[in-house]
């Protein structure tokens, strides 16, 4: 039958006594352990420091698609309750790139007829979406579609 122990029994320190320990043994041990928890705490430390970059990248990516959805969002029903104001973009972007010599300008066609006082000639395109426009210049073209205008908010936001 085992022997009954009080609490008090129980929790009194144990003296144990090394067998055929020196105090230069006992020491080296200690140092020993000492140099293993310094090197397991750099280690969870560089642990702890890869995760928050990792987090901390994760995070960044995942704020910067949350701010590109919210600007789709607020951009589409903004466009719903008033036009994209076409005339107004293909002229600032005419008087801002004059001295590239601007030949024409393509946009959806219903969205012609409000470019009807416009210096160069507007043709009809098809393929665009309305509120988009391309300004043809001798030297190529300037898109000033909603996704360019889109993304060039964009990328002022991520900087």
Known sequence: MPEFLSLAQ???PVERV???????DETSVVEDNRAAVYIDDEDYLREIRFFHAHLRERLDIAVETLLC?????VLARELLLAPVEIAAIVSDALARYRQLDPLRVRVHPEDAAA????????????????????VDLR?????LSLQTRLDDVTLVVRS
């Open 139 to 143: 030297g190529g073209s300037m898109d």
């Open 69 to 73: 959805e919210i600007s789709r969002e």
């Open 115 to 134: 470019l009807s006082g416009c210096d160069v000639p507007v043709f009809s395109d098809e393929a665009l979406d309305r509120g988009d426009a391309f």
């Open 10 to 12: 129980i929790l009194q």
């Open 18 to 24: 090394p067998e055929q320990a020196t105090i230069a």
